[in-house]
């Protein structure tokens, strides 16, 4: 093939410096490459740094997974020992399948990026990366919008619809209520229901929801487009234990 123009400049500037690099002792080859190819070693290295990123997110994708549950806390409390003690505990049975805990930031409205945060949410419900939220007000009121939440008096065991009711500890909602393009809501849309089991005075609540100024409630969601069904209920009776 003949060699171009262009190709030539470039194979003689590679040569140029290769020589100009065995001429050079310890350090100072070391300060050459910093000097003329740092910026296609800061390129290449984000490269292969976004390449085994996507790589890894693909391959724990692939994995079996029997839970996945998003943590989005009041605080900035850390509640990873409880969870990592609840998934001993689940896990000890042998079956296949990770628990996937992902413990994230406080979804807040009053935050003015808290649009980047639905995103984040819509994405991960709609890709099934979410079967159970332990979540706020906030958070907990954009699942309803998204009508993301399974309606518990139709899904739950009898003994734990029974218990959770006799203690007041179900929540009543209105799913589907969405704004139009001028901000309006039709209540003709929504779905009654029981959405959430109201988590105060547990002991998970009372570890962590502990806040300086006024207790805000926090939830337990279970999404409807679970497929672990069994571990969602599991993992409700361990956060609603006393």
């Known amino acids: 093939m003949k060699m171009t123009k262009k190709n030539s400049v470039f194979l003689q ?14 350090k100072k080859k070391l300060e050459f490459l910093w000097d003329y190819y740092k910026w296609r070693a800061i390129v290449a290295i984000f ?3 976004t390449i085994c990123t996507f790589a890894n997110m693909l391959y724990e994708g692939q ?12 605080t900035e409390d850390d509640c990873s020992r409880w969870f990592r003690q609840f998934t001993k505990e689940l896990t000890a049975d042998e079956k296949p399948g990770m628990v996937d805990v992902n413990l994230d930031q406080p979804f807040d409205y ?8 639905e995103i984040e949410v819509m994405t991960t419900v709609s890709s099934g990366r979410m079967d159970v939220a ?24 009898d003994d734990l619809l029974s218990s959770l009711s006799d203690r007041g500890k179900l929540v009543y909602d209105t799913a589907n209520l969405t ?3 001028n901000g309006n809501v039709n209540p003709e849309d929504g779905i009654d229901g029981y959405y959430a089991i109201d988590l105060s005075g547990s002991e998970f609540y009372e570890l962590y929801n502990q806040t300086e100024d006024e207790q805000e409630p926090l939830y337990a969601v279970i999404i409807s487009n679970t497929e672990h ?10 956060l609603c234990q006393p």
């Open 134 to 157: 332990v979540c706020g007000k906030d958070m907990y009121s954009y699942l309803l919008a998204l009508n993301a939440c399974m309606t518990l008096d139709d899904t739950l065991s």
């Open 110 to 117: 009053d935050n003015r990026y808290y649009y980047v945060q």
């Open 229 to 238: 069904f069994e571990d969602c209920e599991t993992l409700l009776r361990a």
């Open 179 to 181: 704004q139009d393009e």
């Open 47 to 49: 490269a292969i740094l």
């Open 63 to 74: 994995k079996p997974c029997r839970l996945r549950v998003c943590v989005v806390l009041n």
């Open 13 to 26: 500037e590679l040569r140029r410096d290769w020589n100009t690099l065995k001429g050079l002792h310890g």
